[in-house]
């Protein structure tokens, strides 16, 4: 065996033993926003305009009475529903895509099903299309959103790190 073909695995380990440990992810480097509380969170009749915490997308406030079925859905939502979705501690996932985009929907139903379950078993979380955020993906929480023009999945696991955190109504099941 050759002096190199010896030393191969010291440098192998050395270089290893170099690197340290993995880090954890250092969330700080996303932008996650964490908005003030709200005003007021009442329950309106779902017909209402007058959702939401003036944010794009809202993260809090008034919204609807009712809940969305924890799944993916393929037609827009009410804002006004999903907020009572994100009061009891669901996930949201929206993006906008007109064009279709079922690559961007299987990556954020991925990272749907990272989130918590609910007592009944229910992962509590949404994927749906919301054609009026700013960005191709947002992911939300109760006062706190990610945007983005692509689905980073780490930035989302980070954010998800917070899920019941702010929630006036945490960990509530949800409808499958």
Known sequence: ??????????????????CGPSDPEDCSRYDI?????????RHLTCSSTACGDGLNPPTS??????TLACRVHD???????????????????????PEGCPELVATLDSLRQEAKAGGNGVIRAIVAPDSQIPTRVAALLWRRSW??????????RCLMQHQDAEAPEPELSCLP
Do not use: K
């Open 75 to 97: 037609t827009e939502q009410n804002r006004c529903v999903w907020l009572h979705n994100l009061e009891h501690g669901h996930a949201v996932f929206l993006y906008n895509c």
């Open 147 to 156: 945007g983005g023009d692509a689905a980073d999945a780490n930035a989302i």
């Open 33 to 41: 926003t964490l908005s003030p509380p709200p005003a007021t969170a």
């Open 1 to 18: 065996m050759s002096p190199l073909h010896r030393a191969r695995p010291a440098l192998l380990l050395s270089s290893l033993l170099a």
């Open 61 to 66: 406030g008034d919204h609807c009475g009712s």
